[in-house]
């Protein structure tokens, strides 16, 4: 079963507004971390930000805040301000235990456009 | 600091060869991933290893084996190449128990099987 699902394949967004990105997941641990990734064209893997499953406090990372929805199993990435360098995609992940075994999994991804 | 090194960057290989693409991080960490990349199929795990010694399999394992070697070590290897694992490999590493809970990635190896 998918445990990330992210239905947005590509979004568009105007230079300074926001823009929410949707990530659903899918566990029956109570213990889990959710965490979002910037892939640029450059390829490289960049951490935004983290919400642990225990936190009551929805995440904040400068312009990047986590909308963490715990009953509706979603942590969708909000980004302020929309930036031209903000344009890659993103992904978003999910840390659980199987089989006694911690490991991450990830969505299929979203590319933000930023246009001017 | 390096972090995460994975070595080759990029590789061309024929159908049939094998060839080890090499992971090693520096931050002590536990954990330690392999995943590939495709358009439109985001990062799949190939194999992953939560402490040395120990290796299970992720989402897409056939035609892969792994080695922890030891703690700092992750090596992840093709025994016959085939035209569908063209595709970009990443490996990461992390210790969830730490002040930081993400998980930091090398830079990726770009494998072309012809």
């Known amino acids: 079963a998918q445990k990330i699902t992210q239905t947005q394949p590509g979004m568009f967004v105007q230079e300074k507004e926001a823009v929410t990105l949707d990530c659903t997941y899918d566990?029956?641990?109570?213990?889990?971390?959710l965490f979002w990734y910037k892939q640029p064209s450059s390829g490289e893997m960049i951490f935004l930000i983290y919400?642990?499953?225990?936190?009551?406090q929805n995440a904040t990372e400068g312009r990047y805040s986590l909308n963490f929805q715990k009953a509706r199993k979603s942590a969708n990435l909000v980004i302020s301000a929309s930036q031209l360098g903000d344009s890659a995609m993103y992904f978003c992940?999910?840390?659980?235990?199987?089989?006694?075994?911690?490991?991450?999994?990830f969505g299929k991804g979203t590319k933000l456009t930023v246009n001017p | 600091n390096a972090g995460v090194t994975q070595t080759p960057k990029f590789q061309v290989l024929k159908t049939g060869q094998s060839m080890t693409l090499q992971c090693a991080q520096d931050?002590?960490?536990?954990?330690m991933y392999w995943y590939r990349q495709d358009p439109g199929m985001g990062l799949r795990l190939i194999y992953y290893?939560?402490?040395?010694?120990?290796?299970d399999k992720g989402e897409v394992p056939n035609g892969y084996n792994v080695s922890r070697l030891n703690k700092r070590e992750f090596s992840l290897r093709l025994e016959s190449a085939a035209p569908s694992q063209t595709s970009v490999y990443f490996c990461?590493?992390?210790?969830?128990?730490?002040?930081?809970?993400?998980?930091?990635f090398g830079q990726g190896t770009r494998l072309t099987v012809v």
């Open positions: 290893s939560a402490s040395e010694g120990t290796t």
């Open positions: 931050m002590n960490h536990n954990s």
């Open positions: 992940a999910m840390r659980d235990i199987e089989g006694g075994s911690e490991k991450l999994v």
């Open positions: 566990t029956s641990d109570q213990s889990y971390g």
């Open positions: 919400q642990g499953s225990y936190d009551e």
């Open positions: 990461a590493s992390s210790e969830p128990g730490q002040g930081s809970p993400e998980a930091f």
